[in-house]
């Protein structure tokens, strides 16, 4: 898979950010007064009806978000972090992103606020769920597998363990100097 360039994730954050507007503002209204609003919004916009129905919480949208880290259950930061990002890489098809896409994500999905994401990743990283280079955050495979096994506590605690025994045996890089 291609990586992304640096435009591609700022317009990815962009999108992002326009579909939390999007359904904060729908949120307030009626069920009917919401459907007529994206009845007007895809016809003004010149999109196909079927553009509508890729915004429902089956496709990816900030409900489903919602409803998959509930479902999942993280007791940490650093676990709702990693399914965070499993969302943007599983159903949003963004396997790189920042700490900030992590924040905003979360905020517009209605979850509990961060008090520090930063801390929250970089826990996460510690564990061996997410490799961050150049502030620049992936998911590895023991997070992926982790979020998979959620919200069994006992086989993402095997998943957990098994990441930290992995991280302890690894060869550690020539000294310089």
């Not at 990815?12 to 007007?40: C, F, G, K, N, Y």
């Not at 949208?61 to 650093?78: C, E, H, I, Q, Y």
């Not at 098809?93 to 994401?117: I, P, W």
């Not at 061996?128 to 982790?146: D, E, F, P, R």
């Amino acid at each position: 898979m291609a990586s992304r360039t640096r435009g591609s994730k700022d317009h990815a954050t962009a999108e992002l950010q326009a579909m939390s507007r999007v359904v904060a503002l729908l949120e307030a209204l009626e069920p009917d007064a919401a459907r007529r609003v994206m009845t007007w919004v895809t016809s003004r916009l010149g999109l196909e009806t079927a553009s509508v129905g890729a915004a429902t919480p089956a496709a990816g949208g900030d409900d489903a978000l919602g409803v998959f880290v509930r479902r999942k259950s993280p007791s940490t930061n650093a676990e709702r972090v990693l399914c965070l990002g499993y969302f943007l890489a599983r159903q949003v098809g963004q396997s790189q992103f920042r700490t900030r896409d992590l924040s905003r994500l979360n905020d517009g999905a209605g979850l509990e606020k961060f008090t520090n994401t930063a801390m929250a990743v970089k826990a996460a990283r510690l564990k061996g769920w997410l490799t961050v280079k150049g502030g620049v955050i992936a998911l590895t495979n023991v997070g992926t597998q982790l979020v998979e096994a959620l919200p069994n506590r006992t086989a993402a605690l095997v998943q957990s363990r098994a990441a930290a025994v992995r991280l302890k045996k690894a060869p550690k890089g020539k000294r310089r100097g």
